[in-house]
């Protein structure tokens, strides 16, 4: 089993950056495939990007492709997302999850309870 807990959230203006951490806590977290999700006010939650239980392969919602970029270092077990050329609409909670699969971006285990980011216009 595993325990999450994310940081980095905060206010910024729209096109800067921001990075942020999800730290894990179980000796099984090098086995886990990581993800993050966001939810805006008012809708559902959504996902944002997905790594392998390695770090060899990743994915991507179209809605962040090309700006965000997710990694982790299971040495230290983190997971980062680092957000670039932040937009008004990706104002939300982000939050941290865990799967016990191989690589997905559906199914998850373990979740975080979140860190606010909002992005003003």
């Known amino acids: 089993q595993v325990q999450l807990v994310e940081s980095g959230g905060g206010l910024v203006q729209a096109g800067d950056s921001l990075r942020l951490s999800c730290a894990a806590s179980?000796?099984?977290?090098?086995?886990?495939?990581m993800g993050w999700f966001r939810q805006a006010p008012g809708k559902e939650r959504e996902f944002a990007a997905a790594?392998?239980?390695?770090?060899?392969?990743?994915s991507y919602a179209d809605s962040v492709k090309g700006r965000f970029t997710i990694s982790r270092d299971n040495a230290k077990n983190t997971v980062s997302l680092q957000m670039n050329s932040l937009k008004p609409e990706d104002t939300a909670v982000y939050y941290c999850?865990?799967?016990?699969?191989?690589?997905?971006?559906?199914?998850?285990?373990?979740w975080g309870k979140g860190t606010q980011v909002i992005v003003s216009s």
């Open positions: 999850a865990a799967s016990n699969l191989l690589f997905t971006t559906r199914t998850y285990d373990y």
């Open positions: 179980g000796r099984t977290f090098a086995t886990n495939a």
């Open positions: 790594i392998s239980r390695s770090g060899g392969s990743t």
